[in-house]
Structures are given as C-alpha cells and as structure tokens.
C-alpha cells in the first residue's frame, strides 16, 4: 500500500532553515510526481510546491509566497522527496504534508509540523 512518511520538522527561529523529508513506498516512485502541502491552526491545506516525475520532463513549480526561498527535490534511488526550507517565516508555521495523486487518489502522509518562533 501507499504510505508516506514526513521527517525533518521542528521548532526555528525566523530567518533559519530546514530540510523536511518525505520517505515513499507502495508504488513507482520515479514515475510519479511529488508534492507537499501546508495546513496552519485554523486554516485549508495549502499547496507549497510539486517535482513533477523523472521521465515527465516537466520543472518544478511553487505557490508564490514561498518561491526563492524553498526548494523541492527528489532522490529516487532513496524514494525520497524533499522541501528545503530558508528565510523562514512566522507565517510558515504549519503542519507540513507530503502528497502523492495515483489514480485519481490523493495520498497523503501523517504531516511534520514546523513551528517558526523567536
């Protein structure tokens, strides 16, 4: 089965950095696109950014407010995707999810969450 498992999360200060992790299985990493969400207290799940898949040719893409400063990538050897996170922001701080579409199903992991703080 499809699973999803997010690491890397944790408490920063504005301005720091963070590298989230999303291990993948139960399907053909390599051949899917990766994205993650966001979700703050209060709010809708936001889109944060997607990797489209290895063969598929396609770039990268990010919801505006956190383009230049995060960066999504993909190992595919380690079925691994992740979000580096700089210059971060109050306004970051969220439960972070990875997220899968296979077959016209979302897939989701259990979240990380990131809490951004003086």
């Known amino acids: 089965q499809v699973q999803l498992v997010e690491s890397g999360g944790g408490l920063v200060q504005p301005g720091g950095s963070l590298r989230l992790s999303c291990a993948a299985s139960g399907f053909t990493f390599s051949s899917r696109g990766m994205s993650w969400y966001r979700q703050a207290p209060g709010t809708e799940r936001e889109y944060v950014a997607r990797?489209?898949?290895?063969?598929?040719?396609?770039?990268?893409s990010y919801v505006d407010s956190v383009k230049d400063r995060f960066t999504i990538s993909r190992d595919n050897a380690k079925n691994t995707v992740y979000l580096q996170m700089n210059t971060l922001k109050p306004t970051d701080t969220a439960v972070y999810y990875c997220?899968?579409?296979?077959?016209?199903?979302?897939?989701w992991g259990q979240g990380t969450q990131v809490i951004v703080s003086s």
């Open positions: 990797i489209p898949s290895t063969s598929s040719g396609g770039s990268t």
């Open positions: 997220s899968v579409l296979i077959s016209g199903r979302r897939y």
